[in-house]
């Protein structure tokens, strides 16, 4: 089968903008266009189909931004029978579900989900004896907990940019605001499980160049490393010993042969929040370092 010939390909924009005339802060935008990103990523990974998705985006003033979407679905024969993600523009009907689903629970959880594949969606029974019927897929918010903290995030953040605002999306046709109330209720998280920091440990060979020795104790000595400046303790006491003893110098621009712990810790919300480096074993320097004699 080829696949052009079995293949859709189409595309859809929206605009995500804080509400209020506040400039918004460089992080809060950038960190809100990579929870989108992640939210907008698992919709496609969660669809039978697995279609592929293009991410573009175009900045504007006042802290809103453009996202263009491209959806290229194989087997395009098959969409009525398994997937949901029929064109690009289902992304956006999808992800404005998700929002409405956080809306409506206030930070509880559902009484009851049904799937109505005939039409499409989703029937959410919530706390109250009421529901929502939204776009099949949208459940996802209720079933992956990163998913529900991402859009939590979101809320959080217009909240932080102007506790009397809060953000819209644009679908080029018709526009879905959500007010600071309506935020107040997003930032509640639905899920009860916590998602707790975490590292990610990995140890390399390295041969650093010394910018800055610490001959007292277990203090950081600094290093060169990958352009820039990196401060590391050692544990490697053979090699510590007779440097404290002072039975061999180093100078700046001598080479360590090491093996270089990085650890990299990451916040709940997969975002990297610091990188700490620590030598475990020093090798033979290449570059042989004075003896200083008794």
């Given at each position: 089968?080829?696949?052009?010939?079995?293949?859709?390909?189409?595309?859809?924009?929206?605009?995500?903008?804080?509400?209020?005339?506040?400039?918004?802060?460089?992080?809060?935008?950038?960190?809100?266009?990579?929870?989108?990103?992640?939210?907008?990523?698992?919709?496609?990974?969660?669809?039978?189909?697995?279609?592929q998705l293009q991410f573009k985006v175009n900045a504007f003033e006042k802290g809103s931004f453009a996202i263009v979407f491209q959806s290229i679905l194989a087997t395009a024969n098959q969409l009525s029978a398994l997937g949901y993600i029929q064109d690009a523009s289902a992304v956006f009907e999808?992800?404005?579900?998700?929002?409405?689903?956080?809306?409506?629970?206030?930070?509880?959880?559902?009484?009851?989900?049904?799937?109505?594949?005939?039409?499409?969606?989703?029937?959410?029974?919530?706390?109250?004896?009421?529901?929502?019927?939204?776009?099949?897929?949208?459940?996802?918010?209720?079933?992956?907990?990163?998913?529900?903290?991402?859009?939590?995030?979101?809320?959080?953040?217009?909240?932080?940019?102007?506790?009397?605002?809060?953000?819209?999306?644009?679908?080029?046709?018709?526009?879905?605001?959500?007010?600071?109330?309506?935020?107040?209720?997003?930032?509640?998280?639905?899920?009860?499980?916590?998602?707790?920091?975490?590292?990610?440990?990995?140890?390399?060979?390295?041969?650093?160049?010394?910018?800055?020795?610490?001959?007292?104790?277990?203090?950081?000595?600094?290093?060169?490393?990958?352009?820039?400046?990196?401060?590391?303790?050692?544990?490697?006491?053979?090699?510590?010993?007779?440097?404290?003893?002072?039975?061999?110098?180093?100078?700046?621009?001598?080479?360590?042969?090491?093996?270089?712990?990085?650890?990299?810790?990451?916040?709940?919300?997969?975002?990297?929040?610091?990188?700490?480096?620590?030598?475990?074993?020093?090798?033979?320097?290449?570059?042989?370092?004075?003896?200083?004699?008794?």
């Open positions: 089968m080829n696949l052009e010939e079995s293949s859709l390909t189409s595309s859809a924009n929206f605009t995500f903008a804080f509400e209020g005339e506040n400039s918004v802060d460089a992080s809060l935008l950038g960190l809100t266009l990579s929870n989108l990103s992640f939210i907008t990523n698992a919709i496609v990974e969660n669809d039978p189909l697995h279609p999808i992800l404005k579900g998700i929002f409405d689903i956080k809306l409506a629970l206030k930070g509880n959880k559902p009484k009851k989900i049904t799937e109505d594949a005939i039409n499409g969606s989703v029937i959410v029974d919530l706390p109250d004896g009421t529901h929502i019927q939204v776009p099949r897929g949208s459940n996802i918010v209720v079933t992956h907990p990163d998913i529900d903290q991402k859009v939590t995030q979101i809320a959080q953040a217009a909240r932080l940019n102007n506790p009397n605002k809060g953000f819209r999306l644009f679908d080029g046709q018709d526009t879905f605001s959500y007010s600071s109330d309506n935020i107040e209720d997003m930032a509640l998280p639905i899920s009860d499980v916590e998602l707790v920091p975490y590292e990610k440990r990995k140890t390399i060979k390295a041969s650093l160049p010394i910018v800055k020795l610490a001959l007292i104790g277990n203090a950081a000595w600094t290093f060169h490393f990958n352009g820039k400046s990196i401060n590391a303790s050692i544990d490697d006491e053979h090699f510590l010993d007779p440097v404290h003893r002072g039975y061999i110098s180093y100078k700046s621009g001598d080479h360590l042969n090491v093996d270089l712990l990085i650890i990299e810790k990451y916040s709940s919300y997969d975002a990297l929040i610091g990188t700490s480096y620590r030598i475990t074993h020093v090798h033979n320097s290449p570059s042989i370092p004075s003896l200083i004699k008794e």
